[in-house]
């Protein structure tokens, strides 16, 4: 019986595997950084904006970052207003920050070439464990699994029957993502890009298109009847209207909207927002990630 059943989980792996591969071929989103169109210079911006933001959002800001600073060695250059503006709306602007002090790194200790180890990738400055692996899979064809939100999700469903409940990934969901991914290095190239890629578009965390899914016959979930669905989100919804980052997003705004040298003065910032002990401690915060500059009397401009 174990061998019947070990047998059949091969079988059923073996199934996605080609199903996702044909599917990935056929629907896969053309996106700039996608099917060696870019350097892995170019990978790593796209994951490290991609974090925490829609892929079709990330579109023109990487186009217009790349235009401006195809290289690390270039960004590397440039001065953290002109960074901080760029990066726009895409939110968290603590990660522009972050990607040029890992451009910084890059040019001056690998001579302006992304380093194709994963262990030195991870040691890159705004680089975890998840960026590393991508940059990893997607720019040097290393096998290795990739595991995000999406991974963990579609994993969790067609080869565990059960949703994926978010959080750290687990011990569990690790070992189950390095025992299907494919032996053939490039096999495990389009596994990681067609499963993410699947969690993004077709198995969503609350309104999964089973009727369009290439592997519904093999999904464990489906044929469970979507135990739990809906019960938790996968990534729990955050209230956005008058948190703190809805205020650093108004006052950076302000900021990079600025004209006749980009300084706006207190009068100016305490119009933006009407609770003031909450602007002051968002205007201190911004302060403290390098984000902003405080000038006398209470102007704020973007740093030079």
Not at 18 to 47: C, H, Y
Not at 150 to 177: C, H, M, P, Y
Not at 264 to 288: G, M, P
Request: glycine share 8%; hydrophobic share 40%; charged share 25%.
């Amino acid at each position: 019986m174990g061998e019947l059943q070990n047998d059949e989980m091969v079988g059923q792996r073996n199934q996605v595997r080609l199903k996702l591969a044909a599917w990935w071929e056929a629907n896969a989103r053309d996106l700039p950084w996608r099917f060696g169109r870019t350097t892995p210079w170019g990978v790593l911006v796209s994951e490290v904006m991609s974090q925490q933001t829609q892929m079709s959002r990330v579109v023109p800001y990487w186009t217009a970052w790349m235009e401006a600073w195809p290289d690390a060695a270039a960004l590397a250059k440039a001065s953290t207003a002109e960074v901080i503006t760029a990066w726009g709306r895409l939110g968290y602007p603590r990660r522009a920050l972050r990607l040029q002090e890992c451009a910084r790194v890059v040019a001056e200790r690998y001579g302006n070439q992304i380093p194709d180890d994963y262990d030195q990738l991870l040691d890159l400055p705004g680089v975890g464990d998840y960026t590393a692996s991508a940059v990893s899979s997607f720019a040097f064809g290393r096998r290795v699994p990739v595991i995000d939100t999406n991974i963990r999700r579609v994993l969790s469903r067609v080869f565990l029957g059960k949703e994926s409940r978010g959080g750290a990934a687990t011990r569990a969901e690790r070992d189950l993502a390095a025992d299907v991914l494919p032996f053939d290095t490039a096999e495990s190239v389009t596994w990681n890009q067609s499963v993410m890629e699947l969690g993004a578009v077709v198995c969503t965390a609350k309104k999964p298109l089973c009727e369009s899914c290439p592997v519904s016959e093999e999904c464990a979930f489906l044929k469970a009847g979507l135990p739990g669905l809906g019960e938790k989100r996968t990534r729990p919804r955050q209230r956005f209207q008058g948190t703190d980052r809805q205020v650093r997003g108004i006052v950076l705004g302000a900021l990079r909207e600025a004209t006749g040298g980009g300084v706006v003065s207190r009068e100016r910032i305490e119009r933006l927002w009407t609770d003031h002990v909450q602007l002051d401690a968002c205007i201190a915060s911004l302060d403290e990630d390098g984000l902003i500059e405080m000038l006398p009397g209470g102007a704020l401009r973007l740093p030079r």
